[in-house]
């Protein structure tokens, strides 16, 4: 499995320390930054989270801002993108068996470096569940598939 990861400058911190549980867990990776501590815009770092695991580059995707509340609007506008935005591990596990969720979503401001490991190894270790799940997922699909021919 590979991951894309990116940041704002509201979520280094956290980033850093995924990166090195994605290190930990011998997980393959792309860090696509942000690399400075200056203000930048979050889109310009969801976009390319997203296109990547949109187009296959990257199996999965992983996406930190103050809130995460940003970087999971901006990469839910990329086809494909199933985008969650997560604080706790319930969450972490359910988003995975239901929704099959590519991208994960978290807020540095929100939540600590701990939680977000935990929540990081199971959205990475729980598979869709499929059945009833499945017929759900693809009518999301429909309706992207419905918006973006109008
Ligand atoms: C940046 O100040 C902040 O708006 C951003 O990190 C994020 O929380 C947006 O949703």
Known sequence: MKIVIASDHGGINIRKEIVSLLEEMKVEYED???SCDTSVDYPDYALPVAEKVSNGDADRG???CGTGIGMSIA????EGIRCALVHDTFSARATREHNDSNVLAMGERVIGPGLARD???IWLGTPFEGGRHKVRVDKISNI???YSSN
């Open 32 to 34: 696509i930054g942000c």
């Open 62 to 64: 992983i996406l930190i």
């Open 75 to 78: 990469a839910n506008k990329v």
């Open 119 to 121: 929540i990081v190894k």
């Open 144 to 146: 992207e598939k419905e």
